[in-house]
């Protein structure tokens, strides 16, 4: 950094391009052991930052902290982030394609040709679940879809077992239409729970996201209702409504049709040898002898509630120093993590493109 801070001092060729090409590039991990980053628009919001910095002592922490990769789920705006990805960086480029050929057994068209001009809604299970899928490189804990990228990344999957999973994931999803998906947020979730007693077996809870966040799905004219009975009884308390952009209710009854043909088609997954902790949302539980690796069990994940914040208190409580990375085109996890576990939580996005 004091190189960093004197060179901005006194030349007047500096660029940040060429600057972060050098720490990025041409700093040895042996002879700089400590790394700070900074973002900044501009050289003088750059040497802004640095001049501090350099007054700081750094000392090495008693223990490395424990990653903690959550894969992100439905719902997501992947405009146009695939190619930005594409064009920039050449090791996402490399496994892009590596899973483009893949999923060439299953499907026409590649899944790296843009979708802005194909497909009007990215949305559809059938295109937005291998876009997710193809944007998520390590894996801990999944939320949702995200389950099948986490499966693969922790070893317990193959990829190309993974990709069968996506193909016919999402194609038989693609096949139920209608329903709509509600989040609730700042209200526990046991007060909205109780709230669904006049819409049993219409509305049900998709997803336990926070003790102060859950999903809801159903059919859309009670999830219209119920939106709007929520808003009136929790009007005082500043209550967060948000209906999903997806095409179907997933996670309640509206995926009973196809869960027979889920299970059949990915019955014969082989199980690999894990090399990292894996947690499943659909049990909220370190996984056990015959998740993510049978029809059955995929067939449930897509059927019932994703208990993500047991999930994330499950991964937090194995590890001294949790860090967790979200994997995904937005933050769309890291509110659920901070409420689940307490503002001490280290949540930082993979991606920061929206």
């Not at 894969?71 to 920039?88: Q, Y």
Request: with cysteine; hydrophobic share 40%.
């Amino acid at each position: 950094m004091e190189d960093t801070a004197r060179y901005l001092n006194t030349s007047e060729s500096a660029t940040l391009p060429n600057l972060a090409y050098t720490s990025a590039c041409r700093r040895s991990h042996i002879n700089y052991k400590y790394r700070k980053a900074f973002v900044a628009s501009s050289l003088q919001k750059l040497e802004q930052q640095l001049s501090p910095a350099v007054e700081l002592e750094t000392a090495p922490l008693k223990k490395p902290p424990q990653l903690i990769f959550v894969f992100s789920g439905n719902g997501l705006d992947l405009k146009g982030i695939p190619e930005i990805l594409l064009r920039s960086e050449p090791v996402f480029r490399d496994k892009c394609k590596e899973i483009e050929r893949l999923f060439l057994e299953y499907l026409p068209t590649g899944i790296l040709k843009s979708k802005e001009n194909e497909y009007k809604d990215l949305s559809r299970p059938e295109v937005a679940q291998p876009l997710l899928f193809t944007l998520q490189p390590i894996a801990a804990v999944g939320h949702s879809v995200g389950e099948v990228a986490a499966a693969h990344c922790a070893g317990l999957i193959s990829l190309e077992d993974a990709v069968k999973v996506i193909y016919h994931r999402s194609r038989l999803q693609a096949k139920v239409t209608g329903g709509r998906m509600l989040v609730v947020g700042n209200i526990p979730v046991a007060e909205v729970s109780a709230a669904l007693g006049a819409y049993l077996g219409k509305v049900c809870v998709a997803a336990f996201n926070s003790p102060l966040s859950c999903t809801l799905s159903g059919d859309e004219v009670s999830i219209h209702a119920i939106q709007k009975d929520l808003a009136e009884h929790f009007s005082k308390r500043n209550i967060f409504l948000h209906v999903i952009n997806v095409p179907a209710a997933y996670h309640s009854q509206m995926m009973d049709p196809v869960l027979t043909e889920i299970a059949d088609n990915l019955s014969e997954l082989r199980k690999g040898k894990p090399e990292i902790d894996l947690i499943s949302t659909a049990t909220g539980k370190a996984f056990s002898d015959g998740d993510f690796v049978t029809g059955t069990y995929w067939a449930r994940q897509v059927r019932d509630p994703v208990f993500f914040a047991e999930a994330i208190t499950t991964a937090a409580k194995s590890r001294d120093d949790p860090v967790f990375v979200e994997i995904g085109p937005q933050r769309a996890l890291k509110r659920y993590i901070i409420e689940a576990l307490g503002t001490q939580a280290k949540v930082f996005p993979s991606l920061n493109l929206s």
